[in-house]
Structure formats: C-alpha cells, structure tokens
C-alpha cells in the first residue's frame, strides 16, 4: 500500500501569504515527516512528527497530525521567496525504518 | 556541520554495464539507506542497512542490485547489470536510531543509455 501521500498540488503564491498542503496515508505509522526538494537537488528533513503528536512547530512550519483520518498538513507562514521548493511528506511505521514518500507538492513563491 | 557526499554527480553509462555509487554517510550515524527517484516521479526506497548487513529491501531492490560497506566510511550501492529504467537520481542517506530523521546527500543522476 502507498503511504504518505499529498493531495497533488502545484502551489503558486505571493511573497508574505501561508502556504498550506496536505499529506494522507494508508496504515498506523510511528511518525511522519515533511522533507524538502529544491530542483534537482537533494531531500533536506523540515520537521517530524510523532503518531502521538497532534500539532508540532518549528519557526515558520506548524505540522498537524490526525491520525484518526490519517492526514497531516503542512502550514509555511509568511512565505519567502527561498521556499520555492517541493515538499515531501513521508511515513515511517512500526517495526521498519524505511521512508514512504508521497508524490510532493511544488510550491511556487512569487516574489 | 556533517554532512552525506555522494560520488560521482553524475553517472553515464551504457545498458548492460556495471555501476557503483559510492556514499559517504555522517560518520557516528548507524543506518543506511538508498533511495532513488526516477525523473517527475516520487521518491522510492531501495534498502536499508545497519549492522553490517541488509535490515530491509523493497521489492525494486532485485538481484541486479548489491550494497555493501567496504571499510568504516563508504557505502555503496551496485547495479549489476544495468537497464535503461534504471536511470533515475539515486540518495543516500543515514541516521542514528533508524526511525527519526535521515540525512540525505545530494545525491548521484544515473542515466542509462
């Protein structure tokens, strides 16, 4: 089964606006993660999450996590220009330690 | 800041042949990992390793691949035999405890002609 996968969007926002995407997954997870992708570049880690966790921050990201509906959303406040990237949410479950990526949203922050 | 390098950038190669990607993970880091990416697509997991030995492979890691850590630093992944679907970016990565979060190189673009 797929885990760890976003609503499939393409993000285009002005300087200074929220930038908010969505992440769903399929089984029980131990913790979840958003990861971010500039072109062609490497995956740099953003922030985790716990399964036991509902609402994490860390400077401009705030994560949420309902594991009930098996979702989690990403929020970038006062975006910048420097965000300009593709976001990743990824899953790890109980028992492994592989990452299950979801498909990414591009996020395009108009200066 | 430590950090994972991966060598060479980018790899070109003729169907058929052997290649090696080699990896340098953060040096008191215990789990290792490849990932790759084939161009517009999701990232996919290949294997994990810890231990000195393979902990988990995904059905993508078939036989045509092998991984292995020479010495005390490097990690490699090796396509034995490789085919044209194979090209794709391909990341390593590592980290301490196995499930919080990885660290990723920059990663090596594998074209296969």
């Known amino acids: 089964s797929q885990q760890g996968e976003e609503d499939p969007q393409a993000l285009s926002i002005q300087e200074g606006e929220n930038a908010t995407m969505n992440c769903s997954y399929k089984?029980?997870?131990?913790?979840l993660q958003w990861y971010r992708q500039n072109s062609g570049r490497g995956l740099v880690h953003l922030i985790l999450i716990r399964s036991n966790e509902r609402e994490k921050h860390s400077g401009r990201l705030r994560v949420t996590l309902d594991t009930s509906k098996k979702s989690s959303s990403l929020l970038i406040t006062a975006s910048r220009a420097a965000d300009t990237a593709s976001y990743f949410c990824?899953?790890?479950?109980?028992?492994?330690?592989?990452?299950?990526f979801g498909k990414g949203n591009q996020v395009v922050v108009i200066p | 800041e430590p950090e994972v390098t991966q060598t060479p950038s980018h790899q070109v190669t003729q169907m058929g042949q052997e290649v090696i990607l080699r990896c340098v993970p953060i040096?008191?880091?215990?789990?290792f990992y490849w990932y790759r990416q084939i161009l517009g697509q999701k990232v996919e997991f290949l294997v994990s390793f810890y231990n000195n030995e393979i902990s988990e492979k995904s059905e993508i890691f078939d036989d045509q691949f092998s991984v292995e850590r020479p010495d005390g630093s490097n990690f490699t992944l090796k396509i034995r035999s490789t085919k044209l679907e194979d090209s794709a970016m391909y990341f390593c990565a590592s980290n301490q405890d196995g499930f919080n979060e990885q660290f990723f190189g920059p990663g090596t673009r594998l074209t296969v002609l």
């Open positions: 040096s008191n880091h215990l789990y």
């Open positions: 089984t029980s997870i131990n913790n």
């Open positions: 990824a899953t790890v479950r109980y028992g492994n330690n592989r990452l299950a």
